[in-house]
């Protein structure tokens, strides 16, 4: 049996079982929510069973609580294929009274009109994402994400990190599927994302929601979607593009299929940041486009290694959807949401990381030494701005904790203006 590979959300399932009735754990397929979840389940119930998904069916049509019995915590695998299971363990919990007794895994979000009650307070959320490169084994994780938070003068200088440029290009490639680790060759490591595509296109953007789609146009999509990764690029432009090669797609159409994808966690867009510290009329609001994990954006444009070695300028939008999945991954405990800054003075922070207490940290992501001086001018005019809108009371914010620029690099040191430089092979939480 593979070793299982400790995840940074064990801690906060733990946490959750101790606080409720019953936790969510939600996140893209094969990303490892059930085999976490088993972790510390005592009883499992697996909805996709082939050869009793008919009986379980039937038994949630005709009794549901009859599938929640079983040692506690109670593992349901993919609950939402019967969604009647949600009340049923809702009412559990009511009736029950006790903490820890259902871990829920899905890997599509469900309708709210099909469950009667949204199980505030007594069902927990959970998001999970494939690996970061911590949980991988290849970040050392010699630099805390808490501990620059929490210590200014957290000493960083000389850390290294043990990844190339090329083992990142490679890391991205195959991305944060655990299945992954478990493949001897490279080329069998890689399979991985361009069979998550396939399954997408061919099944999951259909049976998500019952509504029969073209698996040309999703994969159309998709590919149009990663060559825009981490940019602004609007949907109308989207539309453009793969309407080049799909005669008759709509904008009602387009929106359809990408919410689709959302539901199953492949796409996952950035919000922007608003601080009150210039016009509302010069920060731009619209959402920059990104992926749950690099592999799929790579694997939907046909990338490859070798080619993005060649190609470092579009491996730098790669890396930054990298980066932000290790971010989200890292600030889980501490309630982390991530944004991002662009004015149309071309003044950005690639990244904007919001704890829940308040406090936040304005990043750059720049794959090289030669981008760094521009990144930390960057975060240090933001910083400024926010420093006059306090000064002037014109808003309620409070200055940036932390301002890093993190790099495809190999040192870690925090330069005299007190930015920080941190290669991303040297994080972890």
Known sequence: ????????????????LEAFGATLIVGPKWCGKTTTGQQQAKSIL????????????????AKPSLLLKGDNPRLIDEWQIAPVLWDAVRTAVDIRQEEGLFILTGSTSV????????????IARLKMYPMSLYESGESNGQISLKTLFDQSDADIDGVTSPLS????????????????????????QLLTAREYITNICESDVSTVDGVQRNPVWTSLILRSYARNISTLAKKTNILKDVSANADGITAPT????????????????????????????????????????????????????????????????????????????????????????????????????????????????????????????????????????????????????????????????????????????????
């Open 46 to 61: 697996r909805m996709q069973d082939p050869d009793k998904k008919a009986a379980y069916l039937a038994t949630a049509e």
């Open 165 to 188: 440029i090329e083992q990142l290009i490679f890391a991205a490639c195959r991305g944060g599927w655990p299945a992954t680790l478990r493949r001897k060759s490279h080329e069998a």
């Open 254 to 429: 387009l929106d359809s299929y990408l919410n689709a994808l959302e539901r199953l966690f492949v796409i996952e867009d950035i919000d922007a940041w608003c601080p009150a510290i210039r016009s509302a009329t010069v920060i731009r609001s619209g959402k920059k486009r990104g992926f749950t994990d690099p592999s799929i954006a790579v694997a939907a444009m046909g990338l490859t290694p070798e080619y993005l070695e060649q190609d470092l300028k579009t491996f730098g939008f790669i890396f930054e959807c990298l980066a932000i999945r290790d971010l989200k991954v890292y600030s889980s405990a501490l309630g982390g949401k991530v944004s991002y800054y662009h004015d149309r003075l071309d003044l950005e922070a690639d990244c904007v990381l919001h704890l829940s207490d308040g406090r936040y940290a304005l990043i750059e992501f720049k794959l090289g030494s030669r981008e760094i001086e521009e990144g930390a001018q960057h975060l240090l005019e933001i910083k400024n701005l926010v420093h006059q809108a306090i000064e002037n009371g014109t808003t309620s914010l409070r200055e940036p904790d932390l301002l890093m620029v993190i790099t495809g690099g190999e040192i870690a040191y925090t330069r005299p203006d007190g930015v920080k430089i941190i290669p991303i092979g040297c994080l972890k939480d």
């Open 1 to 16: 049996m593979q070793q299982y590979l400790p995840r940074i959300v064990d801690r906060e399932l733990a946490l959750r």
């Open 111 to 122: 309708d709210d009109k099909k469950i009667m009650h949204t199980g505030t307070g007594r």
